[in-house]
């Protein structure tokens, strides 16, 4: 009797040692209260607006999301979708730029690779539709399509061209006619505050346009002005608005474009023009 007690209790003591061997440590893991996180409305206001919001070490919440809280569906809403028709192939950007590709097999952050050399400029449209002849721009229009909409007011006294990506002064006529070299000086001078602007902008990020950031603004279909139908702009006069852009003939003359016809001009540089200042660009 005594040496089955004695089998009974080896037995007991092997199993517990072999249950303590693979059980491992049974408390649950430590909250993650060192961890900077974001909350689900962080990510929806990054996904919106670009905006990644405050960080905070996580605390377990008190309760589910309320009423305001977006959805999950909102939230997805906001990420951008598969787009194989526009979107971009790392040999089509530039090496080194960064870009989220939208391509299938492309998907996520990728890094350029393309070198720039060899390739065509995309030219876009005049915006005329209508043919007066056979195989005039009305009948082919040629061109790269204008995006849709073109322009988007950013509700801060500035407004994003969003064929050129350039973001122009909503007021077209903030400062009244200038001399070119004045037209300068109010240009590189203007900040938020000041025409309208609440963009943050300081003195410095404006400028004037060069010749050819003008004219893209012209629409060939469109007269007095020949501006795009529906474009978000004030102020617009329909006469010569200043670039920066000096004529190589002399000097004292600059480029103007005539916003009645989208004609440009050269003009002598102490006649007056209005002033359109643009940020951003190449």
């Not at 974001?38 to 309320?66: F, M, V």
């Not at 007011?153 to 050129?164: A, F, K, P, Q, R």
């Amino acid at each position: 009797m005594r040496s089955k007690h004695i089998l009974i209790a080896v037995v007991l003591v092997t199993l517990f040692s072999v249950v303590t061997a693979f059980a491992g440590d049974t408390d649950s893991s430590a909250a993650p209260n060192a961890t900077s996180s974001y909350t689900l409305e962080n990510i929806y206001q990054r996904l919106n607006a670009g905006a990644a919001g405050a960080q905070s070490t996580w605390t377990e919440p008190a309760a589910g999301p309320g009423s305001t809280m977006h959805t999950l569906n909102e939230i997805m809403g906001k990420a951008p979708t598969v787009n194989d028709t526009n979107g971009a192939v790392p040999s089509e950007v530039l090496t080194g730029k960064t870009y989220w590709g939208l391509t299938s097999g492309e998907w996520g952050l990728r890094t350029g690779s393309g070198t720039g050399g060899g390739t065509t400029t995309a030219i876009p449209k005049t915006g005329q539709t209508t043919s007066y002849g056979t195989r005039d721009d009305g009948d082919l229009q040629k061109g790269v399509a204008w995006p849709d909409p073109r322009f988007t007011d950013n509700s801060d006294g500035t407004v994003t061209d969003n064929l050129t990506g350039l973001i122009w002064l909503k007021n077209a006529n903030c400062f009244g006619q200038q001399t070119w070299a004045n037209a300068l000086t109010s240009a590189n001078n203007l900040d938020s505050g000041s025409c309208g602007l609440s963009d943050g902008s300081i003195a410095g990020n404006w400028r004037l346009p060069n010749v050819r950031e003008l004219y893209s603004l012209i629409d060939f279909s469109h007269y007095n002005p020949a501006l795009p139908s529906g474009h978000p702009f004030t102020g617009v006069r329909s006469s010569y608005y200043w670039s920066s852009t000096t004529y190589a003939g002399t000097t004292v003359f600059a480029w103007f474009v005539n916003l009645i016809n989208g004609f440009v001009y050269r003009g002598d540089r102490a006649s007056p023009g209005y002033v359109w200042p643009v940020r951003g660009g190449q």
